[in-house]
């Protein structure tokens, strides 16, 4: 079993940044990819961005170039770093895990994760 517990949301004015983080409990963290998912009230779950074991990253065309993912094998953590948010990036966020074959069309599809976190509120004012 694995468990994901994200911390650094919060409310910030448009042009601001934050930071998320994602622990994991898991003694394999470094075989998993990790992915950032946000959901807005009335919208599907959507990918934002993701991380393959290997390090090979994945970004939804709307935050590339604004929003960096890493991750720091040695503290089963990963990272999202938002910058100059817009109000539209408002969202829950949530980080998950998934195990096995990690191509473009599993780490970008939210059923392909197995282990998610509770998330975090991201609210950007206008």
């Known amino acids: 079993q694995v468990q994901l517990v994200e911390s650094g949301g919060g409310l910030v004015q448009a042009g601001g940044s934050l930071r998320l983080s994602c622990a994991a409990s898991v003694l394999t963290f470094s075989t998993y990819a990790m992915g950032w998912f946000r959901q807005a009230p009335g919208k599907e779950r959507d990918v934002v961005a993701a991380?393959?074991?290997?390090?090979?990253?994945y970004y939804a065309d709307s935050v590339k170039g604004r929003f960096t993912i890493s991750r720091d094998n040695a503290k089963n953590t990963v990272y999202l770093q938002m910058n100059t948010l817009k109000p539209e990036d408002t969202a829950v966020y949530y980080c998950?895990?998934?195990?096995?074959?990690?191509?473009?069309?599993?780490?970008?599809?939210?059923?392909?994760?197995?282990?998610w976190g509770q998330g975090t509120q991201v609210t950007v004012s206008s």
């Open positions: 991380i393959r074991w290997s390090g090979i990253t």
């Open positions: 998950a895990a998934l195990s096995g074959i990690q191509v473009d069309s599993r780490i970008r599809t939210a059923r392909e994760y197995t282990y």
